[in-house]
Nanobody, 121 residues
Framework: QVHVVESGGGLAQPGGSLRLLCSVS????????MGWYRQAPGDERDLVAN???????NYADSVKGRFTISGDFAENTVSLQMHSLKLEDTTVYYC???????????????WGQGTQVTVSS
């Protein structure tokens, strides 16, 4: 069983900062990428940022220059530092981890329960 636990969501004012943390544990193949997605009610789940075990990071255009993702693939943790928060950043954020069976090449995806981020004055 694999556990994906997020923390760090909450309330921030416009222009403020929050830091999300995610820890992945359990029986799984080596993680090759971790990331953060967000989903508003009725919308699709969209990528916010992800990072590979090789250190390559990818960001949604809407968060470039404001958010920074960091991953520790030895500890299976990933964080998302969010600065200059905007009202439109308000939604639920989900942590994602991707692992791969090196023998079969099969990929596995794991999701957290989500953490609410609210930006409001």
């Amino acid at each position: 069983q694999v556990h994906v636990v997020e923390s760090g969501g909450g309330l921030a004012q416009p222009g403020g900062s929050l830091r999300l943390l995610c820890s992945v544990s359990g029986s799984l193949f080596s993680i090759n990428a971790m990331g953060w997605y967000r989903q508003a009610p009725g919308d699709e789940r969209d990528l916010v940022a992800n990072i590979t075990s090789g250190g390559n990071a990818n960001y949604a255009d809407s968060v470039k220059g404001r958010f920074t993702i960091s991953g520790d693939f030895a500890e299976n943790t990933v964080s998302l530092q969010m600065h200059s928060l905007k009202l439109e950043d308000t939604t639920v954020y989900y942590c994602n981890a991707e692992s791969r069976d090196p023998a079969e090449g099969t990929k596995f995806y794991y999701w957290g329960q989500g953490t609410q981020v609210t930006v409001s004055s």
